[in-house]
């Protein structure tokens, strides 16, 4: 049995907990309730897998048509840009495929998944505040564009900005995607996190980024 056939057997017998993009995998239940699992990243030309114990990130296979290459090696491969399916998996089972696959040196992760990044506020109180953003394309509102506010697969909610290229939401503190789309399809899509009664925060969907005031 190869690889792939090995871990399709596994995460059969699996929950699945939802989609999530690199940076919310790294920090999925990372405070409560941390998961042990296994995130599974596919394309036509490739698979990424990458192993969570107790929220941790601990191992790494990745496979194209070049060949495989586990632990650290693998981790090299990370773009940020993964998507990522997440399995609840047997800690047992996860241990013993991590011996095989151990990153050793997390700066990997937390260079392509900005692991490093410190959460703000506190995790165990949560209020509702509002969330603002302005869409920018350059220097050019982005009227007219429609934003999606997702928690994993879940659509919290959307709507449209205005001709200031602003949009509000109310929302309980967190951290969420954002999805900005116009009528060609997706623009761009950015982590965003608030602990604020009220945030505001710029997207350019022509950057790299966001910033908040």
């Known amino acids: ?90 800690p047992p089972v996860v241990d013993a495929l991590v011996s095989r696959c151990r990153v050793f040196d997390k700066s990997h992760l937390r260079k392509n998944g900005r692991l490093d990044i410190p959460t703000v506020g506190t995790l165990t109180r949560q209020r509702i505040g509002v969330l603002c953003l ?18 994993g697969k879940l659509v919290m909610t959307s709507d449209v900005t205005d001709s200031a290229g602003k949009v509000c939401f109310r929302l309980l503190n967190g951290r969420y995607m954002c999805v900005i789309s116009d009528r060609i399809g997706e623009r761009a899509r950015r982590i965003v996190e608030f602990y604020e009664p009220q945030a505001e925060k710029h997207i350019d969907v022509g950057g790299t980024g966001d910033e908040s005031q």
């Open 1 to 90: 049995m190869d690889i792939n056939d090995l871990m399709d057997e596994v995460l059969r017998q699996s929950a699945n907990e939802g989609c999530f993009s690199l940076d919310e995998l790294l920090h999925y239940n990372r405070h409560s309730d941390p998961l042990t699992g296994i995130g599974v990243s596919k394309d036509e030309k490739q698979v990424f897998y990458l192993f969570l114990t107790e929220g941790e990130p601990d191992g790494a296979i990745f496979i194209d048509r070049m060949g495989t290459l586990f632990g650290d090696s693998a981790a090299l491969r990370l773009t940020g840009e993964e998507e990522f399916e997440l399995f609840r998996v047997a």
């Open 134 to 151: 302005i869409v920018r394309n350059g220097r050019m509102p982005f009227a007219g564009a429609h934003v999606t506010i997702r928690k």
